[in-house]
């Protein structure tokens, strides 16, 4: 049985663009939090791949991680993740060829196969309706992977990505990813903050076809977990409001910015709203640091996860910083 003193910790961000902010405050707040993160001995720094949402500014990821590394020293810095079938697999070949190449063994690259984002922009990405689905998956990655490889003779080569290969990580919130990664030898990472039920069924699927390979000798689990950590209960709870109304106006089809503390207590929520929130939250990790020690302590011996990346969505930065600060005393 595992506990938390015994994983790693990272953090995964999603630039949160603020209410009442712009996305250019967003990402300084990034690069901000990655030091901090970096100063407080978190392991790995991941951004994310999301498009048209007014409240995320992370979508141009590799451009990203390329200012995120460079303003750090140490933090191994990554993609949580790059969707794949957005992407013609040279491209993103190419890319993290050359994040490796210019911050050599502190690249991750972490593969998805959702969009992303709702089906109209996922078209506009893709350039074809034809292109939306995600079976083709296993064959972009392999063509993908190949890329990395120095192969005589290829007609097509990503220059920057021979010599230069990071880490290669799947990712997932359902069995399919865990069931590839588990055949393939590769570290998985299960979106637990927003799969939770899930997240048991996909870890078995993903120990169950585990085949060793040159990259892992056996399983590697990382959880994605939704934290907010305040000096009190209440603080903690007024903190992570703004996060649920945000995926309430999300699933209703209206994407907001990310409100403030007043908004989300102002809202008009009805019984159904309330209901669904409750539902959302049930799985986040909200609390005083002995309520977020129970909680992550629980999901690790739950689980056996090897890592938690946790990322927290909260309005006003330095109380974003502050949750991250007291999670790490946690596993000090």
Not at 82 to 87: S, V
Not at 106 to 132: E, F, H, K, V, Y
Request: charged share 20%.
């Amino acid at each position: 049985m595992t506990s938390l003193p015994d994983v790693r910790l990272s953090v995964l961000d999603l630039s949160p663009v603020e209410s009442g902010s712009d996305a250019g405050a967003a990402l300084r707040n990034t690069i901000d939090l990655a030091r901090n993160a970096e100063r407080l001995g978190y392991h790995r720094y991941w951004v994310a791949e999301h498009h048209n949402m007014p409240g995320i500014a992370s979508s141009a990821t590799a451009v990203l991680i390329g200012h995120v590394a460079t303003a750090t020293e140490k933090i191994r810095v990554g993609s949580g993740g790059i969707m794949l079938p957005n992407h013609a697999p040279i491209i993103v070949a190419e890319q993290f060829g050359m994040l490796e190449a210019f911050h050599p063994g502190r690249i991750d690259l972490g593969i998805g196969r959702a969009p992303g984002t709702d089906q109209r922009t996922a078209i506009a990405l893709r350039g074809s309706g034809a292109a939306l689905s995600a079976d083709a998956f296993p064959q972009q990655l392999t063509e993908l992977m190949a890329y990395f490889e120095p192969e005589e003779g290829r007609a097509v080569r990503a220059v920057p990505a021979e010599g230069n290969k990071p880490p290669f990580w799947l990712l997932g919130s359902s069995g399919f990813s865990a069931q590839l990664a588990g055949m393939l030898g590769l570290p998985f990472a299960f979106a637990h903050h927003f799969s939770a039920e899930n997240t048991e069924p996909a870890l078995q699927l993903y120990r169950d076809s585990f085949r060793p390979s040159a990259v892992l000798d056996e399983p590697y689990v990382m959880l994605g977990a939704s934290v907010v950590c305040a000096e009190t209960d209440e603080k903690a709870r007024w903190l992570a409001a703004p996060s649920a109304l945000s995926f309430l106006s999300l699933r209703r089809g209206r994407p907001i910015p990310l409100p403030t503390p007043q908004e989300a207590a102002d809202y008009p929520y009805t019984e159904i709203d309330e209901a669904f929130i409750a539902e959302r939250m049930s799985s986040n990790i909200v609390g005083s640091p002995e309520t977020v020690h129970k909680g992550l302590d629980r999901l690790v011996s739950d689980t056996g996860a090897d890592e938690v990346m946790v990322t927290t969505m909260v309005h006003g930065h330095a109380d974003r910083v502050r949750s991250y600060e007291l999670v790490a005393e946690l596993a000090g």
